[in-house]
């Protein structure tokens, strides 16, 4: 693990639990809104938002059909990238808080000129169990994991 020479790739596709967990999730937020003694046009609000969530991440960050999801991750001597369809591969910098546990890896990261950091979620049905595992070792065990991109 320790030769930056070596190539690390691995690709994920779209999860059926993390896309039943966001619907879930919206199931009770729209009926918390129809349970709420608030005026209309508060719960009309509230629920546009919810729906307007949904559009906007579905396709982005559950069933990455978007050209700018990001569904690859990759290291290599030019350090750690993320694969999207619309613009290939991008050097990011993976963040201290990135989480990677048996049933879910929680890549947080910040593309090359960028402030703001961003996540990808990738649970264990997203991949075959054992290119997940490799996935998991590898954020746990690489040198210079936190370094910035170059």
Not at 17 to 23: D, G, R, S, V
Not at 64 to 70: D, I, M, N
Request: with cysteine.
């Amino acid at each position: 693990m320790s030769n930056p020479s070596k190539l690390f790739e691995c690709r994920w596709r779209a999860s059926r639990q993390l896309l039943a967990a966001y619907l879930l999730a919206q199931a009770f937020a729209l009926g918390a809104f129809s349970l709420l003694d608030i005026p209309f046009f508060a719960k009309a609000l509230g629920v546009f938002l919810c729906l307007s969530h949904g559009v906007w991440v579905l396709p982005r960050q559950i069933l990455l059909s978007h050209p700018r999801a990001f569904s690859g991750l990759r290291h290599s001597a030019q350090g750690w990238q993320l694969w999207s369809a619309a613009q290939g591969w991008q050097a990011v910098q993976l963040q201290p808080d990135s989480l990677a546990v048996p049933l879910l890896v929680v890549l947080r990261f910040r593309l090359k000129g960028e402030r703001r950091v961003r996540s990808i979620c990738v649970p264990r049905d997203a991949q075959a169990a054992d290119e997940h595992r490799r996935l998991r070792v590898r954020l746990k065990f690489s040198r210079r994991r936190w370094a910035a991109a170059e």
